[in-house]
């Protein structure tokens, strides 16, 4: 019998196959508590990091954007007020769960002529050639199967000048602070089980932080996928990094 590539999921390793429906199992699971559980695990700092990473993609009225792994709106909201009405903005999710709950909570906050919902893969965007002027991506990059084929399928859908962005847990560049941040995260599954009823899926979270490729790793596979200018920007000590590309 062929063996069958596996890859990781959290500290688990899988078939590659089936990952995504894992990683799926997960986010339908924490769908309506995503933004709370976010609140705790980074003591409400994300909400800042998003606007750091919406002001690095350089947004501004008319472009069209899209938010990939988009998931429950936080920077759709912030990139539809930078594009206006002349411009657009389109969420996309693999998951269908946190799509639905990105849109509701869109809607309820009266956004509604400039955004677009699709569901889709990162590593094979559904989308044509150099149609983004922007493509910014939020705590999503590390739960994607094959992060090389995303990093691909972006820079196609990117117009020539445009940027990819992607925000995500990293690794804390200082001894003390990994120790403690390490320390910190133990308690998020014990949280995820008391505030969202469910332990396991917190635990993955925890554990798809840890293996998630550092800074340097992720900025050279990004730039051997074609992205050009490929740099990043440590927060709070490399807790959390921006990565930026340009379209090749």
């Given at each position: 019998?062929?063996?069958?590539?596996?890859?990781?999921?959290?500290?688990?390793?899988?078939p590659i196959a089936e990952k995504a429906?894992?990683?799926?199992?997960?986010?339908?699971?924490?769908?309506?508590?995503?933004?709370?559980?976010?609140?705790?695990?980074?003591?409400?700092?994300?909400?800042?990091?998003?606007?750091?990473?919406?002001?690095?993609?350089?947004?501004?009225?008319?472009?069209?954007?899209?938010?990939?792994?988009?998931?429950?709106?936080?920077?759709?909201?912030?990139?539809?007020?930078?594009?206006?009405?002349?411009?657009?903005?389109?969420?996309?999710?693999?998951?269908?769960?946190?799509?639905?709950?990105?849109?509701?909570?869109l809607i309820d906050q009266g956004l509604?002529?400039?955004?677009?919902?699709?569901?889709?893969?990162?590593?094979?965007?559904?989308?044509?050639?150099?149609?983004?002027?922007?493509?910014?991506?939020?705590?999503?990059?590390?739960?994607?199967?094959?992060?090389?084929?995303?990093?691909?399928?972006?820079?196609?859908?990117?117009?020539?000048?445009?940027?990819?962005?992607?925000?995500?847990?990293?690794?804390?560049?200082?001894?003390?602070?990994?120790?403690?941040?390490?320390?910190?995260?133990?308690?998020?599954?014990?949280?995820?089980?008391?505030?969202?009823?469910?332990?396991?899926?917190?635990?993955?979270?925890?554990?798809?932080?840890?293996?998630?490729?550092?800074?340097?790793?992720?900025?050279?596979?990004?730039?051997?996928?074609?992205?050009?200018?490929?740099?990043?920007?440590?927060?709070?000590?490399?807790?959390?990094?921006?990565?930026?590309?340009?379209?090749?």
């Open positions: 019998m062929e063996e069958q590539e596996t890859t990781h999921f959290g500290r688990k390793t899988v429906k894992h990683v799926a199992g997960v986010f339908h699971s924490v769908a309506s508590r995503y933004d709370l559980m976010n609140d705790l695990m980074s003591l409400g700092t994300h909400r800042l990091m998003k606007r750091v990473a919406v002001e690095k993609s350089r947004a501004r009225a008319g472009q069209t954007v899209l938010d990939l792994a988009g998931g429950t709106g936080d920077l759709t909201a912030l990139l539809a007020k930078r594009v206006g009405s002349s411009g657009k903005i389109v969420l996309c999710d693999i998951n269908k769960s946190m799509l639905l709950e990105g849109r509701d909570r509604l002529g400039n955004i677009e919902y699709v569901q889709g893969d990162a590593e094979n965007l559904p989308f044509q050639d150099n149609q983004f002027d922007a493509i910014t991506m939020a705590f999503g990059i590390r739960n994607v199967t094959d992060k090389s084929a995303a990093f691909r399928s972006m820079g196609r859908a990117l117009k020539p000048g445009g940027r990819a962005v992607i925000l995500e847990f990293s690794k804390p560049q200082h001894t003390g602070l990994d120790v403690a941040y390490k320390a910190f995260s133990r308690i998020w599954p014990e949280a995820g089980r008391i505030i969202a009823g469910d332990r396991e899926s917190y635990q993955y979270l925890v554990e798809s932080i840890e293996v998630h490729p550092g800074q340097e790793e992720l900025k050279q596979m990004m730039s051997e996928a074609g992205l050009r200018n490929v740099r990043y920007h440590n927060l709070v000590d490399g807790i959390v990094a921006i990565h930026i590309g340009e379209a090749p």
